[in-house]
């Protein structure tokens, strides 16, 4: 087997997938195509103006981008149509695991926030009774927004927490968004509460440099996962004092190459911080973050890793089983996808071996 079909047929497990980021060019053109049978003006004319394949973006470009397409996801059917899609397209992946986020949004006399995590939802759901991939939700809060809009969105973390339907659905709390945008200091107590409430908490941190801010929340020992952490290694850009406090917690990193080398945080795959962190055998977990704005696969994120860090199949098979722990799962059911990733695993290496 060569190595993409490898890196296809792992029993993958994805932690770090922003729902909107994560449309194809084909969602993106049946989405424009509605738009347009309802005489919509102003459009791109085709997917490839918001997802250009072999580019590099800035940061802003990257928001731009997401901008253009909340445009086109701005109602509850868009919303059924992406959540749907990207499930089963993770599932072509060969994902088994997938904590999906996204940010609720509302629109007067079109969607409530309810609605939309409702749809999201229910499309978990179908999906999950149709194909051979356990999901949840992470909400997520948008540092841009403000701290009103971020207490709102926690509110509603804690109602779905609560649902009788939906519980078992919600595992957290994610904090994304423009990281030169706000300052992640002033949501210290909503993460506050949002743990104490029992939700789990992924914030990107240290996607461009700001120590201070990285500082202050990292001492908050508050955070069960990093998305990004670009600038906390010392080697990249961070420091030592930074690199401490995370080794001390033990907190996993959620590693996104092809994110960080198109927005233009990290200047190559060689370059990248897995590599520092995996020297030091902190626990990573590859994650595609974008993979339709940024035109990738979690198979491609592992193939990407693999050859530019020289890694055997051996390791791609540990980095697979080592993301169970990572999961937002309680242990039990831990206990359970670890059991189905060995088992694909195992099937694997027979395929291999034959
Ligand atoms: P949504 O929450 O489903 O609408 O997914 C898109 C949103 O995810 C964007 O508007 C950002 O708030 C967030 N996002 C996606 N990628 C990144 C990233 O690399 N850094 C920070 N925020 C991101
Ligand atoms: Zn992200």
Request: with cysteine; proline share 2%.
């Amino acid at each position: 087997m060569d190595l993409s079909e490898y890196c296809k047929s792992l029993p993958k497990i994805e932690l770090h997938a922003h729902l909107t980021g994560s449309l194809s060019d084909e969602t993106v053109l049946k989405l424009l195509r509605a738009k347009q049978a309802e005489g919509g003006a102003n459009l791109p004319q085709s997917a490839e103006v918001t997802i250009q394949r072999g580019h590099k973006r800035t940061l802003e470009e990257c928001f731009e981008v997401f901008r253009i397409l909340h445009c086109l996801t701005d109602n509850l059917s868009a919303i059924k149509t992406i959540a749907r899609d990207v499930i089963q397209e993770f599932v072509a992946d060969n994902v088994r695991y997938l904590e999906l986020r996204t940010t609720p949004k509302s629109i007067n006399g079109v969607m409530t926030k309810n609605q939309y995590i409702d749809t999201v939802l229910e499309a978990m759901i179908d999906e999950m009774k149709l194909n051979t991939i356990t999901i949840r939700l992470l909400i997520s809060i948008d540092r841009s927004r403000g701290l009103d809009d971020a207490w709102d969105t926690l509110q509603l973390a804690k109602q779905y927490a609560a649902h009788e339907r939906f519980k078992n659905l919600i595992c957290g709390i994610d904090i994304s968004g423009n990281p030169r945008a706000g300052n992640l200091v002033e949501y210290i107590p909503v993460l506050r509460e949002a743990k104490q409430c029992g939700l789990k908490l992924s914030v990107h941190l240290a996607e461009v440099v700001n120590e201070k801010e990285t500082l202050e929340v990292l001492k908050t020992e508050l955070i069960d996962r990093i998305g990004h952490g670009t600038f906390i290694h010392p080697e990249t850009g961070g420091s030592q004092e930074l690199m401490q406090l995370v080794k001390d917690q033990g907190i996993p990193l959620e590693l996104c190459l092809s994110s960080n080398i198109k927005s233009g945080t990290v200047k190559s795959a060689e370059a990248h911080h897995f590599s520092c962190w995996r020297k030091d055998k902190h626990p990573v977990v590859i994650c595609t973050d974008d993979k339709g704005v940024f035109s990738t696969t979690l198979s491609e994120e592992y193939k990407i890793c693999a050859e530019t860090f020289h890694l055997k199949k051996t390791d791609l098979r540990e980095l697979c089983l080592a993301a169970v722990e990572m999961t937002f799962l309680s242990q039990e059911e831990k206990d359970r996808l670890r059991q189905t990733i060995l088992k694909d695993l195992d099937k694997l290496t027979h395929i291999e071996s034959v």
